[in-house]
């Protein structure tokens, strides 16, 4: 009878620590969109300095689109093969990181 009662306690005793809670704690993720103030423009617009330093830098690119901001950078989109990307530069051709 005795390990019975012993038995049941050591039973009882185990299962409450399976019954424990554990703390939840919230995280809050932020999400911040950086819009540039980059406006589209014609192609034709681009100086020659950006055109001649894509051609050395990648001859096979293709601009699809090209936008200028307010600091005259240039932003341009670009194919080249099968993939497509960003390129930024200056007016006179020199590439920019960003």
């Known amino acids: 009878m005795k390990n019975l009662f012993l038995s049941a306690a050591i039973v009882l005793g185990s299962l409450t620590?399976?019954?424990?809670?554990?703390?939840?704690?919230?995280?809050?993720?932020?999400?911040?969109?950086?819009?540039?103030?980059?406006?589209?423009?014609?192609?034709?617009?681009?100086p020659a300095a950006i055109t001649d330093a894509l051609k050395k830098a990648y001859p096979e690119a293709v601009i699809t689109k090209a936008y200028k901001n307010e600091k005259s950078e240039y932003k341009l989109d670009v194919t080249v093969g099968d993939k497509v990307g960003n390129l930024f530069a200056n007016a006179d051709g020199t590439w920019i990181k960003q």
């Open 17 to 46: 620590s399976f019954a424990s809670t554990s703390p939840v704690t919230n995280t809050t993720v932020k999400v911040i969109s950086i819009e540039d103030d980059y406006t589209e423009i014609k192609l034709e617009e681009l």
